[in-house]
C-alpha cells in the first residue's frame, strides 16, 4: 500500500546526535551486560516488566502518540494474545515461545475487525469505545467455554530455575524492545510517520491532501495490535496464569497511556523513558513504603510530572533544545524577493 | 505603546522594539510583510500577549500586564486574524456573547445587541443558524458584528476584508470609516494596501519586528508601488 | 542478638479485592508481637515482610520474586483471594518453598501441588454450602424449600463454590442431592453493579431460597435488593464470602435479619486464641470475628507450632512435620490431608435479631435456625 | 453557457446540493479545460466553498456529476481523488500544525512510488524558496503566521504536481509582493508543468488578469460564465457582486 | 453468543455435547463450569429457539437442569404480563437515571474541557462517604447529604483546578489525563487509609422499604435517587440553555481563542464548570450511596457506566446524557429479563459500539466546522 521511505531530517548539530546515540546504545549493551551476568532476580524480573510495558507502549505510541488516536483498550489485545497462547497451549500443548506470532495474528486480526467500526470514530470518543470493548472481550473471555471464564488457564512454569526464567524474559523482551524501538523510529522518520501526526492535527486535510486516512490508520492499528498480541503471549508463559480479570486488566491500558504520555508520546524515546520512570518508581516505592501510603506517594508524584513536565520528558527536551537552537535572527520573517 | 518586547516563547522576542501610537479617533493602519509581527502586535495590545518589555498604554494607564478581559471591560475590541465563532452557537448567541462585559446589566446588553442586529439587519436574517454553518464571509460578518456589542471606542482589526466579497468589503471599509467617525479609535492591520490607506490617518510599517516606515496618508499615497517594493528591500 | 526469622506476603492493601486484607493486616501485626513477646521461633525474633499487591497478580508475582530471592524469606505465606494467590503458587513452588495459606481457597490448586501449600480454610468452594445443605436436609421433606435460585459471580472460587469439582459437592450437586430444584441459575461478572433485574427473576421464578455466591459487595447489593423486592425467601444465604461476618452486614438493617452465612469457627467452640481474638476484633469494633481474621491468625499458629516442633526451617522437614502432626489453631484442630488442607469443618450463622448465631453443627449450635414463612 | 468539451480536464455537470433549507448550489455547470486557470467569483455565501468542496470529494453532491479526466468522481474519497491529480486550499489555512514546514509538504507525498518521492523531496524546498519560507523550514507549521500558513498551503498543493489544484482565496492576506508572486507561479506551472486551476478570490481584478475563463456564482446558481473581462462586465455580476459605485477596487 | 461459543471448534474429535461438553475433567477445570443450569435454554450451539414464553405470563422456564427433567416451568400465574413488563421498565428506568447522574458531570469536564476526568469515580467515591459521615455522625438523611454535597463539591472542584488543571490545561489532552488519573490513585488510596476498604452501607428509614403500585415494587431508596436525578440534570439543561453564562461555557467548549476574545475569562469560567462537573460528581455519589454498597475501591465500576453515558449521550450534552442514561438502563433491564445475566454486559456494551460506529459521532460536525 505505501513504501516506508525514510525522509530527510535536518536540525540539531551532528556531534550533539552522535553524543545522543552513543548514548542510547551504551544503555543497551549495559542492559545487556546485566542481563548476562545480573543475578537479583528481583531486579531481573522487574526490567523484564519494564521492557514489556516500553514495548506495550511503543506499541500503543503508534496509532496513540502519533496519530493521536489514544486506544484506552491496549489491553484487549494484550489479553487476546495472552489467551491465544494460553488456549493453544491447554488444548495441543504448544509452547507460547512457538506460537506467540499466532498470538500477534490473531490480536492483529482482532484489531482489524475492531478497528473497521471504531477507527472511525474521532477524539475522545475512540478513547472511550476502545474501552468498552475492553470491557466487552473480558467479559467474552468469562463467558466462554474455551477460555475456561473465570478460573482462567494455567501453563507450567518453564523447567528452569527461577533466575533462568526471569533472564530468558529479560533478554526476549529486551530483544522485542529493540526490535518494536526500531519499527516505530523508522515510522517516526518516513511518510508514515508524518502522515499519522497529519491525521492527528487534522484528518480531514490529511485525507484531502491525498492520505488514505483509513487504510493507514488500519495498517498502523494492525501492526500495533500485532505487537500487542505477540507480547500478550509471551506474557502467558510468563505469569503461568491466565484468567480473566488480571489479563484484561484496565489498569494495563492505563498504565500504557500514562508511560507513554509521561515519556513524551509521538517521540520514539518517550515509552523508553517513560515506561521505567513509571514502573521503577512504583516498584521502589512498593518496597519502601510497604502499607498503602506508597499509592499515595505515587499519585504524588504522577501529579507533579503532569503539572510541572507538560508533553512528557521528550516534551520538555524538545522545548529546552529548541529555546537552546533558535536564534533570534530565526525569527523574523522575511520574504524572499 | 513604546519599545515594545512580546512573543510566544520565552526569551524569543517577535516583537523587538516596536514604537506605536494610535491617536484617538484616528485610524491607525499597520503594514508589513507575513509573519513581519502584526497580528503579534494586535493580540498584544488586546492583552493576550504579555509584553516582555516596553508598555502599551491607554491613555495614562499602562495595561500591557491586564489579563485579555480586562481590555474589552477598557473599551478595546479585537477582530483576530482568521475565523473565530462558536459554529456549535447561533449567530444570535454568538452576538450576543459579545457583550460577555455586560452580562451584569442584561437591559443594557439586549439593546446593545439589538442595536447590532439592527446595524447588520442581513444578520438579522440568519441569527438562527449556526454560525459554523454560514460561509466565510457571513462568518466574518458575524465576528464583525461581536466585536461591536459592547461598543468598544479602540478597535484592534486583524485583515478584516479577507473573504469578504468586493462589495462587502467596500462596506467593511466604510464601515470602519463610520466607526471612527463616532469617534473611535481604529488600529487596522491588512494586506489590502490600497484600501487600507485610503482609509488611513497615519500608517505604520513594520519588517521583522520593529518599525519600518511610517508616515501621513499622504506620504504613502504617492507611489503605491514603490513604497511596497520599498519594504522588500528589492 | 540472632538474625531474625524472616515471613514474608503480600496482601492486597490497595485495589478492587482489598475488603478483608486490613484484617490479615492487623491479625499479622498482633502475632507478631506476641511471639516476639514469648521469645520468637527457635529463640530468634520474628519479622514480617508483606507488600502490597495492588490486588493484581502481576505486580504480587514480582513481589515475591523479591521476597525469595532478595529479601530471602524463610516462610512465605500467601495473599489473598484466588486470582492473586493462583499467580504466586508456581513462583513459590519453583522455590522449593511451602505457601502458607491462610488467603485463599482453590482444591484444584492445592491438588496439582501435592501437599506444598499447607491452608488453614477449613472447607474449600466445593464445601462451602455443605454445611447449608446439612443443615437442610435434616428437615422434614415438607418444610424444604422448593424452588432454589443461584447467583454467582464469575471469580475463580465462586463458580466452583457453584458448581463443585468433577462431580463432588457444589451448590448444583448438593441441590440435586437435597432435592431442591434450581429455578434460577445466573452468573454476574464481578463488576457488576445492579441485581435488582437479576432479583427480580428470582422472585418472578417465585424462589424461595436463594444463595448469592460472591464478594462482599456484590452480596450485599443482592441482600437489599432481595428485601427491597420484597422477597421472602425461607432461606437467603451469603454463600461466596463470608459475608455475615463483616462489619457491613448488620448495617444493611432489617435486610440484614434471617440471613445465612458460613465461617471456620465460633468462639464458643473455645479454641487455642479465638476467644481473644474476638475481643481485640470487639474493641475495634467489629460486633461478629470477621472469618479471614480466624484463617490468618490459623495459619501462623500452624507456621509458629510446625517450627517449633520440628525445630528447624528446612522446608521439606516442615512439610512432613505438618502433614503427620495436629495442630491446635484458632480454626480448630488440624490435621493435613495430602493435599495441604484441613480437614473440613464449618459453621453456619443465621442472623437473629441484629446478631449472628450459630446454627449448625448442633454440637456447635447457639439458636435454632429460623425459616421466614414465604 | 457553455457546457464541458470534450478535453475537459474538470468537468462540473448540473451539480446541485442543499442544506436543510439552504440551497447552498444549484444546477452548476462548468468545465476547466486542460492547461488553464479558472477564476470562480461570487458574493458571500454564494456556494462557491460548498462547490469546491464537491468537487473535492468532502461533500456529495444531491445531484449532478463531475467528471475528473474523463472518469466520474462520484462516491470517490478525497485520498483517491488526490492520487488522481487534485489538489487543493482551504478557506481558513488547514496545516498540520505540529509538523515543519518541510514536513508539512511531505505529507500528500504517502503514497507516492519511491522515485517520485525522492524527487519531490528536493521540488519541496525549492517549493518553501519560492513561497518565501525556506528559512522557516524547520519551524514547526503552528508557529507561523496567519499568511505564512496560507503560503505553506499553497506550496503543499504544488509538491504532488498535480494535474488539478483548487484553491479557495489563496491570496487572502497574502503581501501583495508574494501574491505577485504566486500568480506568476500559477501561470508558470500551467506552462511548465500542464496543470489547471479553479481559483476562488475575491481579488477580481488579478483574477480577471491570471484567469483563461471566469465563473461567478450568485446564489448557488452560475451567474456568468465566459472569458474574464467580458464575465464582470455582465450585469448580474456587477449587482450582485462587485458593485459599481467605484471601480473595482 | 451461542454462535460465537460454538463456533470454536473443540480440539482433538471430542464430541460437543449439548448443553456442553462434558469432558473427562481431571486437568480441565473448565469442565466443571459445563453443566450449567440456567433460565435460559442453551441447548447447544446453534439449536436455542429464542425466548420461549410460558403460558401467558411472559416468564421464561427453567432450563431443563439435568436431573430436573420435571422442573421445566416455573411460572406464577398470579403475576400479569404487564405487571411483568411494567416491573422491567421502572426498574430499567430508575437504574438509568442513576446512570444518567453519574454520566452527568463527567459529560461535562469531558464535553467542555475537553479532560477525560478518569478522577471523576474518585469524586463519586467521595460523595458516598459524605454521605455515609454525614448519616453516621450527625444522622443526617441522604437526601440533605445530596444537596449538601452540591456546594461542597463545588468548592472541591474549583480549588482542584485552581490546582492542578490550570497548569495542565494549557498541554495536550493527555496531559490533563495523567493528572487526573494520578489525582484518581491519590483519592482512592487517601480514601482507603481513612475508610479502610470494608465495604459500607447507609441504611435511612426508607432503605428497606418500597412502593408497591399494582404489583410493581419500586424501592423507595431508588425512587428518591431518580427523583434527584432528574431535578439536578433539569437544572443543568437550563442552566447550559438559557443563561448567557451557559452559553459562554458552551462557546468556550467550542472555541476557547474566540471566547477569550469577547472577554470570557476563561480561567474563571472553566474553574466554575469544573466545579460543577465535580458537584455532579460528589451528588452521583450521594445518590449511589442511597442505592448501593460501596467501599473506596469499588467505587471505580461506576466510571464505566459513566464514560458509557457519555459516549452514547455525547459529550457536554446534558439533555442525551438523561436520555443515554435512561436508555442503557432500560436495556439493562430489557436484556436481564430475556437472557443470561452473564451476557447482558456483552450485548449492552456491543449494542453501544454499534449505535455509536452507525452515528459516527464526532465526524460530521468537524467537516462542517472547518473546511
Ligand atoms: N503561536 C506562535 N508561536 C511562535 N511563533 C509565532 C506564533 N505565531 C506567530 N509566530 C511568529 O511570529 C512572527 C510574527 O507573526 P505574526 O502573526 O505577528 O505576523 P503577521 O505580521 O501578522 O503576518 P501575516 O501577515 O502573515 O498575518 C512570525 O515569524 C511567526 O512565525
Ligand atoms: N455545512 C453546512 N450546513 C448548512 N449550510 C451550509 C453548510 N455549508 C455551507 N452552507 C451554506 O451554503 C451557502 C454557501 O456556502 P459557501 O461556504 O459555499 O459560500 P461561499 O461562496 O464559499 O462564500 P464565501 O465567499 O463567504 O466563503 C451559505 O449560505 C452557507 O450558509
Ligand atoms: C479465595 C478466597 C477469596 C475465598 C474467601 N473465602 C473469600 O471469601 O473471599
Ligand atoms: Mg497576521
Ligand atoms: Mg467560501
Redesign the pocket.
Same mark, same amino acid.
Given at each position: 500500500m505505501f513504501s516506508v521511505f525514510l525522509i530527510p531530517t535536518s536540525t540539531g548539530s551532528r556531534a550533539a546526535a552522535a553524543a545522543v546515540w552513543a548514548a542510547w546504545v551504551a544503555v543497551l549493551i549495559g542492559l545487556a551486560a546485566y542481563g548476562l551476568f545480573g543475578t537479583r532476580l528481583f531486579l531481573l524480573s522487574t526490567l523484564a516488566t519494564v521492557f514489556m510495558y516500553a514495548v506495550l507502549t511503543q506499541a500503543w505510541n503508534l496509532l496513540g502518540g502519533y496519530g493521536g488516536y489514544l486506544n484506552f483498550g491496549l489491553v484487549t489485545f494484550f489479553g487476546i494474545g495472552a489467551y491465544t497462547t494460553g488456549i493453544l497451549f491447554q488444548y495441543y500443548e504448544l509452547s507460547p515461545f512457538l506460537t506467540a506470532p499466532v498470538a500477534g495474528l490473531v490480536a492483529a486480526i482482532a484489531g482489524l475487525l475492531i478497528g473497521f467500526p471504531t477507527l472511525r470514530l474521532r477524539g475522545a470518543y475512540f478513547a472511550l469505545v476502545t474501552m468498552i470493548i475492553t470491557f466487552a472481550v473480558q467479559i467474552l473471555a468469562l463467558n466462554l467455554t474455551i477460555t475456561q471464564g473465570a478460573l482462567g488457564i494455567y501453563l507450567p512454569r518453564l523447567p528452569l530455575s527461577p533466575l533462568a526464567v526471569e533472564r530468558l524474559f529479560y533478554f526476549v523482551f529486551l530483544g522485542l524492545l529493540v526490535l518494536v524501538t526500531a519499527v516505530v523510529w523508522a515510522v517516526q522518520h518516513s511518510n508514515i510517520g508524518g502522515a499519522l501526526v497529519a491525521i492527528r492535527e487534522d484528518e480531514d486535510a490529511a485525507e484531502i491532501v491525498g492520505v488514505r486516512t483509513v487504510e493507514v490508520k488500519w495498517a498502523v492499528n494492525a501492526v500495533s495490535c500485532f505487537i500487542v498480541g505477540v507480547t500478550g503471549g509471551l506474557y502467558a508463559q510468563r505469569i503461568a496464569y491466565i484468567e480473566p480479570t488480571g489479563t484484561f486488566s484496565f489498569d494495563i491500558s492505563l498504565n500504557v497511556v500514562l508511560m507513554a504520555v509521561i515519556g513524551g508520546a509521538g517521540t520514539w524515546q518517550g515509552p523508553l523513558i517513560g515506561a521505567p520512570v513509571v514502573l521503577l518508581v512504583a516498584d521502589l516505592l512498593r518496597v519502601t513504603v510497604t502499607s498503602e501510603v506508597n499509592r499515595v506517594i505515587f499519585s504524588l508524584i504522577v501529579i507533579l510530572i503532569a503539572l510541572f513536565v507538560p508533553g512528557g520528558v521528550m516534551g520538555a527536551v524538545s522545548r529546552w533544545r529548541r529555546a537552546r537552537a533558535a536564534k533570534p535572527d530565526d525569527v523574523s520573517g522575511s520574504p524572499a524577493p | 505603546m513604546s519599545g515594545l518586547f512580546a512573543g510566544y516563547v520565552p526569551g524569543h522576542p517577535i516583537l523587538r522594539g516596536v514604537d506605536l501610537t494610535a491617536q484617538s479617533g484616528r485610524i491607525t493602519v499597520v503594514l508589513g510583510p507575513n509573519g513581519a509581527g502584526k497580528s503579534t502586535l494586535l493580540k498584544t495590545a488586546a492583552g493576550f500577549l504579555v509584553p516582555l518589555r516596553g508598555s502599551v498604554m491607554l491613555g495614562d494607564t499602562d495595561i500591557g500586564h491586564l489579563p485579555a478581559h480586562r481590555h474589552i471591560a477598557l473599551g478595546i475590541g479585537l477582530l483576530p486574524q482568521g475565523r473565530s465563532t462558536f459554529p456549535d452557537l447561533s449567530v444570535y448567541e454568538n452576538i450576543e456573547l459579545g457583550g460577555w462585559s455586560m452580562r451584569s446589566d442584561r437591559k443594557r446588553l439586549a439593546a446593545a445587541v439589538e442595536a447590532v442586529l439592527t446595524r447588520y439587519p442581513h444578520l438579522r436574517e440568519l441569527r438562527h &443558524?449556526a454560525a459554523g /454553518? %454560514? /460561509?466565510?464571509?457571513?462568518q466574518r460578518a458575524v465576528e464583525i458584528a461581536r466585536m461591536l456589542v459592547p461598543d468598544p471606542t479602540v478597535l484592534l482589526v486583524d485583515e478584516p476584508s479577507v $473573504?469578504l /466579497?468586493p462589495i462587502v468589503a467596500r462596506q467593511v471599509y466604510q464601515e470602519l470609516r463610520a466607526l471612527k467617525a463616532e469617534g473611535r479609535t481604529i488600529l487596522l492591520v491588512d494586506q489590502d494596501v490600497r484600501a487600507a490607506i485610503a482609509i488611513a490617518d497615519y500608517v505604520y510599517v513594520l519588517g521583522s519586528g520593529r518599525n519600518d516606515v511610517e508616515g501621513d496618508r499622504s506620504a504613502f499615497e504617492g507611489d503605491l508601488g514603490a513604497m511596497v517594493r520599498g519594504w522588500l528591500g528589492v | 542478638q540472632q538474625s531474625p526469622i524472616v515471613i514474608g506476603g503480600t496482601l492486597g492493601l490497595t485495589g478492587a479485592y482489598a475488603e478483608p486484607s486490613t484484617d490479615y493486616k492487623f491479625v499479622y501485626d498482633r502475632w507478631v508481637e506476641e511471639v516476639n513477646k514469648k521469645g520468637g521461633l527457635l529463640g530468634r525474633p520474628v519479622k514480617m515482610v508483606i507488600y502490597n499487591d495492588e490486588s493484581t497478580p502481576t505486580v504480587a508475582q514480582s513481589l515475591y520474586n523479591r521476597l525469595l530471592d532478595q529479601d530471602k524469606v524463610d516462610i512465605v505465606i500467601a495473599p489473598y483471594t484466588t486470582f492473586v494467590g493462583g499467580a504466586v503458587v508456581p513462583i513459590v513452588m519453583s522455590h522449593g518453598k511451602l505457601l502458607f495459606n491462610g488467603g485463599f481457597v482453590g482444591i484444584n490448586i492445592f491438588k496439582n501441588n501435592k501437599g506444598s501449600i499447607i491452608g488453614s480454610f477449613t472447607y474449600q468452594e466445593p464445601d462451602y454450602t455443605r454445611g447449608l445443605f446439612e443443615m437442610l436436609g435434616a428437615l422434614p421433606a415438607d418444610q424444604k424449600p422448593k424452588r432454589l435460585a443461584v447467583f454467582t459471580s464469575q471469580n475463580p472460587f465462586t463458580v466452583v463454590v457453584r458448581a463443585g469439582i468433577a462431580g463432588q459437592g457444589g451448590v448444583l450437586n448438593y441441590a440435586k442431592a437435597a432435592g431442591i430444584p434450581i429455578v434460577v441459575d445466573e452468573q454476574y461478572p464481578p463488576t457488576t453493579s445492579d441485581f435488582n433485574g437479576l432479583v427480580q427473576k428470582a422472585k418472578a421464578a417465585n424462589a424461595d431460597m436463594v444463595l448469592a455466591l460472591g464478594l462482599p459487595n456484590d452480596t450485599l447489593n443482592i441482600a437489599r435488593s432481595v428485601h427491597q423486592q420484597g422477597m421472602k425467601p425461607m432461606v437467603f444465604c451469603t454463600c461466596g464470602s463470608q459475608v455475615t461476618t463483616l462489619s457491613a452486614w448488620p448495617k444493611l438493617g432489617a435486610a440484614a435479619e434471617g440471613g445465612f452465612g458460613t465461617t471456620i469457627s465460633w468462639p464458643t467452640q473455645g479454641y487455642p486464641g479465638l476467644t481473644e481474638l474476638a475481643e481485640v476484633f470487639k474493641a475495634r469494633g467489629y460486633e461478629t470475628l470477621p472469618t479471614y481474621a480466624i484463617v490468618g491468625y490459623a495459619i501462623l499458629q500452624v507456621i509458629e507450632q510446625a517450627v517449633d516442633g520440628a525445630k528447624t526451617l528446612d522446608q521439606e522437614k516442615l512439610k512432613a512435620y505438618i502433614h503427620s502432626n495436629e495442630f491446635k489453631t484458632a480454626a480448630g484442630t488440624f490435621r493435613y490431608q495430602d493435599d495441604g488442607t484441613p480437614v473440613f469443618s464449618q459453621i453456619l450463622l443465621q442472623f437473629q435479631n441484629g446478631q449472628n448465631q450459630v446454627v449448625w453443627p448442633k454440637q456447635a449450635q447457639t439458636a435454632q435456625p429460623v425459616f421466614a414463612k414465604p | 453557457m457553455s457546457a464541458a468539451g470534450a478535453e475537459a480536464l474538470l468537468t462540473i455537470d448540473g451539480v446541485g446540493k442543499r442544506?436543510?433549507g439552504?440551497a447552498?448550489?444549484r444546477d452548476v455547470s462548468f468545465s476547466v479545460a486542460d492547461r488553464s486557470v479558472v477564476g470562480l467569483i =461570487?458574493?458571500? $455565501? /454564494? =456556494?462557491?466553498?460548498? %462547490?469546491l468542496n464537491i468537487v473535492n470529494g468532502v461533500l456529495a453532491p444531491d445531484r449532478g456529476e463531475i467528471r475528473l479526466g474523463g472518469s466520474a468522481t462520484a462516491g470517490r474519497r478525497p485520498s483517491d481523488l488526490a492520487a488522481l491529480g487534485l489538489a487543493r486550499t482551504f478557506?481558513a489555512a488547514r496545516v498540520f500544525r505540529t509538523l515543519t514546514a518541510m514536513q508539512n509538504l511531505f505529507v500528500p507525498l504517502l503514497h507516492q512510488k519511491a522515485l517520485e518521492r525522492r524527487a519531490a523531496h528536493r521540488r519541496a524546498f525549492d517549493l518553501l524558496v519560492f513561497v518565501g519560507l525556506e528559512r522557516h523550514a524547520d519551524r514547526v507549521a503552528s508557529e507561523l503566521s496567519g499568511g505564512q500558513q496560507r503560503l505553506l498551503e499553497f506550496a503543499r498543493t504544488l509538491v504532488t504536481r498535480p494535474r488539478i489544484v483548487l484553491m479557495d482565496e489563496p491570496f487572502a492576506g497574502v503581501h501583495p509582493q508574494i501574491k505577485a508572486t504566486l500568480i506568476r507561479c500559477i501561470r508558470e506551472t500551467v506552462s511548465r508543468e500542464g496543470a489547471s486551476f479553479l481559483i476562488?478570490s475575491?481579488e477580481v481584478p488579478d483574477l480577471v488578469a491570471m484567469s483563461d475563463r471566469m465563473v461567478c %456564482?450568485v446564489e =448557488?446558481a452560475v451567474a456568468a460564465w465566459g472569458a474574464p473581462a467580458d464575465v464582470v462586465q455582465e450585469e448580474k455580476v456587477i449587482d450582485g457582486y462587485l458593485g459599481r459605485s467605484e471601480e473595482p477596487a | 453468543m451461542e454462535k460465537l461459543a460454538g463456533s470454536v471448534a473443540l480440539p482433538r474429535g471430542r464430541s460437543r455435547v449439548p448443553g456442553g461438553a462434558r469432558r473427562a475433567a481431571n486437568r480441565d477445570p473448565g469442565a466443571i463450569r459445563r453443566g450449567r443450569c440456567r433460565t435460559a435454554p442453551r441447548t447447544g450451539p446453534r439449536a436455542a429457539p429464542g425466548p420461549r414464553f410460558c403460558g401467558a405470563s411472559g416468564l421464561r422456564p427453567a432450563a431443563p437442569c439435568p436431573g430436573y427433567a420435571a422442573e421445566h416451568c416455573r411460572c406464577s400465574r398470579n403475576r400479569p404480563m404487564i405487571t411483568h413488563v411494567l416491573s422491567i421498565v421502572a426498574d430499567g428506568v430508575l437504574l438509568g437515571l442513576i446512570y444518567a447522574i453519574t454520566g452527568l458531570g463527567l459529560s461535562l469536564v469531558l464535553g467542555v474541557m475537553g479532560i477525560v476526568n478518569v478522577a471523576h469515580s474518585a469524586f463519586v467515591m467521595l460523595g458516598s462517604f459524605l454521605a455515609f459521615e454525614l448519616f453516621r455522625r450527625f444522622g443526617v438523611d441522604p437526601v440533605l447529604a445530596f444537596v449538601l454535597a452540591l456546594p461542597v463539591f463545588f468548592v472541591l472542584g474549583t480549588v482542584v483546578y485552581r490546582v492542578v488543571i490550570t497548569r495542565v490545561q494549557s498541554a495536550a489532552q493527555t496531559q490533563g489525563l495523567v493528572a487526573m488519573f494520578g489525582l484518581m490513585v491519590l483519592i482512592e488510596n487517601l480514601g482507603t487509609i481513612v475508610w479502610t476498604t470494608d465495604t459500607r452501607v447507609v441504611t435511612a428509614a426508607y432503605t428497606n422499604t418500597s412502593l408497591e403500585v399494582g404489583g410493581v415494587v419500586l424501592p423507595y431508596v431508588r425512587l428518591i435517587a431518580g427523583g434527584l436525578a432528574l431535578l439536578l440534570i433539569g437544572a443543568f439543561w437550563a442552566f447550559l440553555r438559557f443563561t448567557l453564562t451557559g452559553r459562554a461555557i458552551r462557546a468556550m467548549a467550542q472555541n476557547p481563542e474566540a471566547a477569550r476574545i469577547v472577554g470570557v475569562d476563561i480561567q474563571r469560567l472553566s474553574a466554575v464548570m469544573f466545579g460543577l462537573g465535580i458537584a455532579c460528581a460528589g451528588a452521583a455519589g450521594v445518590a449511589l450511596a442511597m442505592v448501593f454498597p460501596f467501599s473506596p475501591n469499588t467505587q471505580v465500576v461506576w466510571l464505566a457506566w459513566a464514560f458509557l453515558v457519555v459516549i452514547l449521550g455525547g459529550l457536554g450534552n446534558v439533555a442525551n446524557t438523561l436520555f443515554a442514561g435512561v436508555a442503557v438502563g432500560l436495556i439493562q433491564a430489557v436484556c436481564t429479563a430475556v437472557m443470561p445475566f452473564d451476557y447482558v454486559y456483552l450485548v449492552l456494551y456491543v449494542l453501544l459500539a454499534v449505535i455509536l460506529t452507525v452515528r459516527r459521532e464526532g465526524l460530521s460536525s468537524a467537516v &462542517?466546522r472547518t473546511i
Open positions: - | &443558524r /454553518s %454560514l /460561509s466565510g464571509g457571513q $473573504g /466579497s | - | 442544506f436543510g439552504v447552498a448550489v =461570487g458574493p458571500n $455565501g /454564494s =456556494g462557491k466553498t460548498t %462547490l478557506q476562488v475575491h %456564482l =448557488g | &462542517r
